[in-house]
């Protein structure tokens, strides 16, 4: 017996969920998702969480925007748990106190207060934060409103909120084994359980995104890396709630390291690129090492041991998460470029917490509304709109990639803004490593 809906969707991380939520909610079209495990069992149940700020440019700061007041009104009305924890800034002798923040001041008054901040003179910051080792602090700058949440408890909430919707089908454990073309567009997807018919077909699958791809005779310009993460037990100290933060002075094969508090007391540090690294290799999402390589947890002792005021922490093991990183650090959201029914929704490079649901807004527009401008005036203190044409899957093969803020070519951005000697500001590296002042083109 073949099936159909409006809407297939594959995928059924945070990406997906999300998808399937806002057509479910927005729109009259029906959806069916698939997804070849279970719950969690990707990208993005191994994720840590972070909703924060990106500063990488304009399209990645609105789309962090519509994320974070997600985040709220999930909080607001089912008692999720966003643990705003806030994210920190630590200025570090030779850097200027107060560090320069040039953020738009429509974006300083976005009504989720995503870019409020307090600014802390050094007794102060240490008063409020004493795990944080004083030696050549000059103060800090503290973002309240930042924090974090715990996937599989989204995940969990997005499926309670999709089962009381008649016109979703949400199928765990189902794998989408053949995408059908007829004429230059799928017309049936194969999957373990059976056959569907469907009008459009969305790629929410993260890591796995060029496996789905190649199932319609297409391809990508996605590449799945491994990221890091290792525990301190912290807990053994008790320093309280500590806030996203750069790891001073730390770097893992050129990548930043980012540090946050977690549930219980721990400390959690990860690994973060802002887009694909040439001179890393390619993780299969089915086949993979799951533990951190082995000198990740190691390397972090002395940092813990420097700057850190924790003696009774150690850094023990973690996991590995896999981003969907792509070639220019932007994600990849629009119509194939050979199959017109196939649409993209990959490629956050390992953003996709924050920016779940500003994609899936996205991906509702052109489905919707045949549109690549969605109204972000909810997000903003005035009206305003975000043309998200430039993320475009052919813009690789067209020769127009988009450029990260203060990107010069290489290959990521380090974990704060940092001397020669690698002292200065520990900025959280999810949100920039570079001056904010510096200028990107914004293409949306």
Known sequence: MTRSADVAIIGGGVVGLSIAYELATQTELSVALFDKEGPGSGTSGRSAGVICRHDQGPVYQRLSLIGHARMQEFAREHEFGFNTWGSLTIVRDPDAFPPKDDVPEELAAAPSGMYENELLERDALLQRFPWIAPEGVLGGVFEPNIGFVNPFELIDLYRRLLKAQPSVTVDYGNPVLELRTDGGLISEVATRRGLWRAKTVVN?????????????????????????????????????????????????????????????????????????????????????????????????????????????????????????????????????????????????????????????????????????????????????????????????????????????????????????????????????????????????
């Not at 496996?211 to 890396?225: D, M």
Request: with cysteine; hydrophobic share 35%; aromatic share 6%.
């Open 204 to 444: 929410a699958s993260g890591a796995w995104a060029n496996k789905v791809a190649a199932l319609a005779g297409t391809s990508l310009h996605i590449t799945p890396q491994r990221m890091n993460v290792a525990l301190a037990t912290a807990y053994d100290d008790e320093p309280g709630p500590v806030p996203l933060h750069g790891a001073p002075s730390m770097s893992w094969e050129g990548d930043g390291v980012w540090c946050r508090g977690e549930i219980g007391g721990a400390l959690l540090f990860g690994q973060h690129r802002d887009k694909t690294r040439a001179d890393q290799g390619t993780a299969d999402p089915d086949h993979f090492d799951k533990l951190p390589d082995a000198g990740f947890a190691p390397s972090l002792v002395p940092q813990l041991e420097t700057f850190y005021r924790l003696p009774k922490s150690k850094v023990v093991s973690g996991w590995t998460c896999v981003y969907d990183t792509s070639d220019d650090g932007y994600p990849v959201i629009g119509r194939d470029g050979r199959i017109s029914n196939l649409v993209h929704a990959v490629g956050m490079n390992g953003h996709g917490m924050t920016i779940h649901a500003g994609v899936a807004r996205c991906v509702r527009a052109i489905l919707a509304e045949d549109s690549t401008k969605i109204d972000i005036s909810d997000v903003l203190p005035s009206e305003g709109q975000l043309d998200f044409s430039v993320l475009r899957p052919s813009r690789f093969e067209e020769g127009q990639p988009l450029a990260l803020r203060g990107d010069s070519g290489g290959h990521g951005i380090p974990s704060g803004r940092t001397d020669s000697h690698g002292r200065g500001l520990d900025s959280s590296p999810l949100r920039t490593g570079v001056s904010r002042s510096e200028g990107v083109p914004d293409g949306g």
